[in-house]
Nanobody
Framework: QVQLVESGGGLVQPGGSLRLSCVAS????????MGWYRHPPGNKPDHPDL??????????TYADSVKGRFTISSDNAANTISLQMNSLKPEDTGVYYC??????????????WGQGTQVTVSS
């Protein structure tokens, strides 16, 4: 089993910045990729929106709405990712979930979700 623990959410004014972090622990042979998804207010619980993904040793992918404002980074050795969020807008508000594709010792890739951290952008 793998656990994903997020930190760094909170309340910030429009134009402000926040940094989210996610640490993966447990039965990890190799992390294929990790990323962040957002569940905005009003969305169906099982339809979070992609924010950013980083493939360990590969490229990053961003939602168009965050390009130029958010930066995802990874520390492969520490099984950690961070999301630096700048120039935040009210529409960035939501619960941010860490997500990971983890390969176990048997070569099986399993997808995991964290518990989520609330980000609120409001004046």
């Amino acid at each position: 089993q793998v656990q994903l623990v997020e930190s760094g959410g909170g309340l910030v004014q429009p134009g402000g910045s926040l940094r989210l972090s996610c640490v993966a622990s447990g039965s990890i042979f190799k992390i294929k990729r990790m990323g962040w998804y957002r569940h905005p207010p009003g969305n169906k619980p099982d339809h979070p929106d992609l924010v950013a993904i980083v493939s360990f040793g590969g490229p990053t992918t961003y939602a168009d709405s965050v390009k130029g404002r958010f930066t995802i980074s990874s520390d492969n050795a520490a099984n950690t990712i961070s999301l630096q969020m700048n120039s935040l807008k009210p529409e960035d508000t939501g619960v941010y979930y860490c997500n990971a594709d983890v390969e176990n010792e048997y070569g099986l890739v399993v997808n995991y979700w964290g518990q989520g951290t609330q980000v609120t952008v409001s004046s």
